[in-house]
């Protein structure tokens, strides 16, 4: 089944890591509450909910840096097949810029508001089309307090239409019945493992731009591991399929 979703949309795992994305079911609903917690107006019993995390060897500003970039014609991550998604409006990260989601068919697409930008926080808003109110957050967390270890994690939440008149209403029933909520799993699974790959890479390459030279000019590496105190319970308990 997943196979299939992935020749569908086009998704390659060439040179590409697989990594977890999931959750454990007891941290599911802490982390929704933190997030329900945070919206202005809360979606009242979503019918399509779903959390992923990532963890990224990165900092904070290389992560929200490149999740700027999400819009941008020329990114390379979250780029399947029969989805085009393009920024109209507004600058990277800037509240009030709007994303839209072109999908075939075209009675799925809508378009993004981007609510609320603070400390590794994205809101953004489903303003119209397809899944109207629903929301699309991300969130940045140290993970043990490490500056260059973090953990992203992405909540998607909406109801499905309701219909306009009695052969809608049926129409919109019965693709909430099918809707095939796994291939959404596939597709942000693949997009969040390229989103690792491509800030770590980068990251790398920085670094080792950055390292001083030694005086014997032998070898340029070096490390010192460090140790933090612990994060928040409901974090630390959702990097556990991490470590």
């Given at each position: 089944r997943n196979y299939l979703t992935e020749k569908l949309f086009g998704i390659k795992w060439k040179d590409l890591g697989r990594f977890p994305t999931g959750i454990y079911k007891e941290d599911f609903e802490a982390k929704r509450q933190e997030f329900i917690t945070n919206?202005?107006?809360?979606?009242?019993?979503?019918?399509?909910e779903r959390i992923y995390s990532i963890r990224i060897k990165a900092g904070k500003k290389e992560i929200l840096s490149e999740l700027g970039r999400f819009g941008d014609g020329d990114r390379e991550f979250f780029k399947p097949r029969f989805v085009d998604v393009q920024r109209i409006s507004g600058m990277a990260n800037e509240v009030g810029s709007i994303i839209q989601y072109k999908i075939?068919?075209?009675?799925?697409?809508?378009?993004?508001?981007?609510?609320?930008?603070?400390?590794?926080?994205?809101?953004?808003?489903?303003?119209?089309?397809?899944?109207?109110?629903?929301?699309?957050?991300?969130?940045?967390?140290?993970?043990?307090?490490?500056?260059?270890d973090n953990l992203l994690t992405i909540y998607v939440a909406f109801n499905f239409p309701e219909g306009k008149n009695p052969l809608t209403k049926v129409l919109w029933y019965f693709f909430k019945l099918i809707f095939p909520a796994f291939m959404h799993d596939v597709v942000w699974n693949h997009s969040l493992c390229k989103f690792k790959d491509i800030v770590e890479s980068s990251n790398n390459s920085s670094s080792l731009h950055n390292l001083p030279a030694r005086e014997d000019r032998s070898s340029s590496r070096a490390s010192s591991p460090i140790r933090f105190h612990a994060d928040?319970?409901?974090?630390?308990?959702?990097?556990?399929?991490?470590e």
């Open positions: 919206l202005g107006e809360p979606l009242r019993h979503p019918e399509f075939f068919p075209k009675i799925l697409s809508f378009s993004l508001v981007l609510e609320k930008a603070i400390q590794g926080y994205l809101i953004y808003r489903i303003r119209d089309g397809f899944a109207k109110g629903g929301v699309l957050i991300f969130d940045i967390v140290s993970v043990r307090g490490r500056v260059k928040s319970q409901i974090n630390a308990a959702i990097t556990k399929v991490y």
